[in-house]
């Protein structure tokens, strides 16, 4: 009789015990209900840190799907969906001196491919011209029309096809005529 009675007890503190489960469990299931706040807007000035707090950089500009950072040594255009918004700062996946590393390496690669004659693509893929001449500032593009435009060399980049820039020759062709028409009309 004993050891009935010693399993009854065990059956009773374990019933509680799921009842007190059930009811946990139930609240948590109605707290991942509410819905969650959104996450920040990405803004110039917003602080970007890596995954243990240090800093990364700052956001120098928003430009559709990517933003601007500027690192202690480099400025790059990254995807938005690399970095987490959390309050008001961005958190990326790499340490400023990752990123730093990782943008010398791929300038080093892009000085290599960026040459006088490269064909340059712009936005779907279109030929906007060739690499007519370049140095550590500027580059002027020959455009498909034979038009010459400097822009500066940080506008040009190296993606799986090759140079590109990204604009189109159509855009391109229009700001020079928009500055030439500018510069008539002001002499």
Do not use: C, W
């Amino acid at each position: 009789m004993m050891m009935k009675l010693e399993k009854r007890v065990r059956i009773k503190v374990t019933g509680r015990l799921l009842v007190a489960l059930a009811a946990s469990t139930s609240l948590a299931a109605a707290a991942d209900t509410q819905p969650a706040a959104p996450p920040p807007a990405i803004t110039s000035g917003m602080v970007v840190k890596d995954t243990s707090g240090g800093v990364v950089g700052i956001v120098t500009s928003v430009d559709g799907a990517f933003v601007n950072v500027k690192t202690d040594r480099y400025e790059a255009r990254l995807p938005k969906t690399s970095f987490t918004p959390e309050k008001n700062a961005l958190l990326f996946a790499m340490t400023q001196q990752q990123l730093n590393e990782t943008l010398a390496r791929e300038i080093s690669a892009a000085g290599a491919a960026l040459v006088p004659g490269v064909v340059v693509t712009g936005l779907q893929g279109a030929v906007v011209g060739t690499l007519d001449s370049i140095d550590a500032d500027f580059a002027t593009l020959k455009l498909s029309s034979g038009q010459l435009v400097k822009i500066p060399r940080a506008g040009l980049a190296i993606g799986p096809q090759g140079a590109y820039i990204g604009t189109t020759a159509t855009a391109l062709e229009s700001q020079i005529s928009g500055s030439t028409a500018a510069s008539t009309a002001s002499h």
